[in-house]
């Protein structure tokens, strides 16, 4: 049985202040995510992630099309029982502290007083925050507050766990954590979807993947799958390369780029990387590297965006994703 399977699931939003008009969100989305992998649904921003997870939540309700999440309909209660869910951007009351908080968050799912102080101190400790534990959350720096986020996603014992933009306004160690933590998750057999707009975090993370742009599914299977298709050129990095080498060469590669006493040729076509080795090889120069330059992310979804519906609507802001999701 699928985790999560969806059936044209559309979503329309009314947009405009004072005209309204529609806005196509989702268009006709057909997904299925199999238990115990870790799922990530990429895309740039507007391109429907949100959207998606409110609706497998329950939190605001399809257009048309249908979904099943756990084998059960949206509206089966007691399956949103089974789910934990980390919103983007989650903003908690501050003057509660995290321990206070996550006590809460226990009640709501009617955890029994005792299980219940056991699984918060556990993701106190799970999360990091043991020591800060009693602290109000205005004092939490964001990074905290994600942390905080993802223990009360967890404080049910969920089976399947949504996560919206997880890594978002993390630093480099705090990413590294959440990535952690999600691969524990899924150690426990426990299903993860989250969504993302930085591809190096669905690199190392992710079974599967899905690309959303602008509404519609641009391609599902596995990441490595479906940018191979974009190995672009060959990067060559040299060292000091000899007199009269780059010149050699010049018909074969583009531009050289010289960066302190290296130096980087990138060789358009896969045919060619052999005679410029051979000549790098033969006049002594001395290679750093050589490695395939694949299509990046944000590569992707530009030319997603140059090949998508004729007209995006105007709300729709085109591909923005982080420098650091590239490559
Ligand atoms: P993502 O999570 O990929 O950034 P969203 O799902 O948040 O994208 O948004 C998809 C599109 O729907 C965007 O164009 C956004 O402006 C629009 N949208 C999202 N929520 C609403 C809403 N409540 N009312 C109107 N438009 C919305």
């Not at 080498?245 to 531009?255: A, I």
């Amino acid at each position: 049985m699928p985790a999560i399977e969806t059936l044209d699931l559309t979503k329309d939003y009314s947009a405009g202040f004072i005209r309204k008009r529609p806005l196509r969100a989702l268009d006709g989305v057909n997904l299925r995510v199999n238990t115990g992998e870790v799922f990530g649904l990429l895309g740039p921003n507007g391109a429907g992630k949100s959207t998606t997870l409110k609706l497998l939540l329950r939190l605001i309700f399809p257009s048309a099309g249908t979904a099943r999440v756990l084998g059960r309909e949206l509206d089966d209660v007691a399956m949103h029982a089974r789910l934990g869910y980390l919103p983007e951007n989650p903003y908690f009351y501050d003057h509660l502290t995290a321990r206070e908080f996550l006590n809460y968050a226990g009640e709501l799912f009617r955890l029994p007083c005792a299980e219940r102080r056991r699984r918060v101190d556990q993701l106190l400790v799970r999360l990091g925050l043991e020591a800060s534990a009693d602290l109000p959350l205005r004092k939490f720096s964001k990074g905290m507050v994600q942390r905080l986020g993802i223990a009360q996603a967890l404080v049910n014992d969920p089976e399947l766990i949504f996560l919206d933009e997880p890594m978002s306004g993390l630093d480099p160690l705090g990413r590294r954590e959440v990535r952690d933590l999600i691969l524990q998750l899924k150690a426990e057999g426990k299903t993860v979807f989250f969504s993302t707009h930085i591809l190096s975090d669905a690199e190392v993370l992710c079974d599967r993947v899905a690309i959303l742009n602008r509404g519609k599914l641009q391609g599902c299977g596995e990441l490595r799958e479906i940018l191979s298709l974009g190995v672009s050129a060959t990067e060559v990095v040299l060292e000091n390369p000899p007199a009269g080498l780059l010149e050699e060469v010049r018909k074969l590669t583009r531009p050289a780029v010289k960066t302190g006493d290296r130096v980087r040729i990138e060789i358009p076509e896969e045919a060619d990387v052999a005679p410029v080795l051979e000549a790098i090889l033969r006049r002594g120069g001395k290679v750093v590297s050589v490695s395939p330059v694949k299509i990046s992310l944000e590569d992707y979804f530009l030319e997603q965006v140059r090949m998508g519906p004729e007209k995006p609507p105007a709300e729709q802001g085109v591909a923005r994703v982080d420098k650091e999701g590239e490559r």
